[in-house]
């Protein structure tokens, strides 16, 4: 079989990539599914949620160099801003390349979020990210507690 593109081996969101002295990678809380919570009033978030997105690749058959693009698509189907791109070189064989993308995802619309990898503008695959967008509760102010007074001693 001669593949003319490099293989994807993985491609997941997590909160964090260990990179081990050793050169193995470790991807901790591997996830799927995003909860976001807006103040009542807010129409963005007071501050964006961080994610990982890690894209490891190997070469199989495909020698030569080339450029991973990484391309966020909204629910209703529209490029997002910040397309990602990394020029790679592929060795052959097992040799390969990792690409760890730290994002701040920021957003206030529930649904279906995609991030596509392409290797010189050709399709490789497509990662999902399920967003839930919530309104946070609003904190309602705790009553004082009056003391009670103190009567003096005759």
Same mark, same amino acid.
């Given at each position: %079989?001669?593949? &003319? @593109?490099?293989?994807?081996?993985? +491609?997941?969101?997590?909160? &964090?990539?260990? =990179?081990?002295?050793?050169?193995? @990678?470790?991807?901790?809380?591997?996830?799927?599914? %995003?909860?976001?919570?807006?103040?009542?009033? +807010?129409?963005?978030?007071? +501050?964006?949620? %961080?994610? /990982?997105?890690?894209?490891?690749?190997?070469?199989?058959?495909?020698?030569?160099?080339?450029?991973?693009?990484?391309?966020?698509?909204?629910?209703?189907? &529209? !490029?997002?801003?910040?397309?990602?791109?990394?020029? %790679?070189?592929? !060795?052959?064989?097992?040799?390969? /390349? =990792?690409?760890?993308?730290?994002?701040?995802?920021?957003? /206030? $619309?529930?649904? @279906?979020?995609?991030?596509?990898?392409?290797? =010189?503008?050709?399709?490789?695959?497509?990662? *999902?990210?399920?967003?839930?967008?919530?309104? $946070?509760?609003? !904190?309602? *102010?705790?009553?004082?507690?009056?003391? *009670?007074? &103190?009567?003096?001693?005759?």
């Amino acid at each position: %079989m001669n593949n &003319k @593109l490099p293989y994807v081996t993985v +491609a997941t969101f997590c909160e &964090k990539v260990l =990179n081990e002295e050793d050169g193995v @990678l470790s991807a901790i809380r591997i996830f799927d599914t %995003m909860k976001i919570q807006l103040t009542k009033d +807010a129409a963005q978030l007071d +501050a964006p949620q %961080m994610a /990982n997105l890690l894209v490891v690749m190997k070469s199989g058959d495909f020698i030569g160099k080339g450029v991973v693009k990484i391309v966020g698509v909204s629910p209703d189907g &529209k !490029e997002l801003k910040g397309v990602v791109t990394m020029p %790679m070189t592929f !060795e052959g064989g097992a040799h390969g /390349n =990792n690409l760890i993308v730290s994002m701040a995802i920021r957003t /206030n $619309k529930s649904g @279906l979020y995609w991030y596509e990898t392409y290797f =010189n503008d050709k399709f490789l695959t497509r990662t *999902p990210l399920s967003v839930y967008v919530t309104e $946070k509760p609003t !904190e309602k *102010p705790q009553p004082t507690k009056s003391l *009670p007074k &103190k009567s003096k001693a005759k």
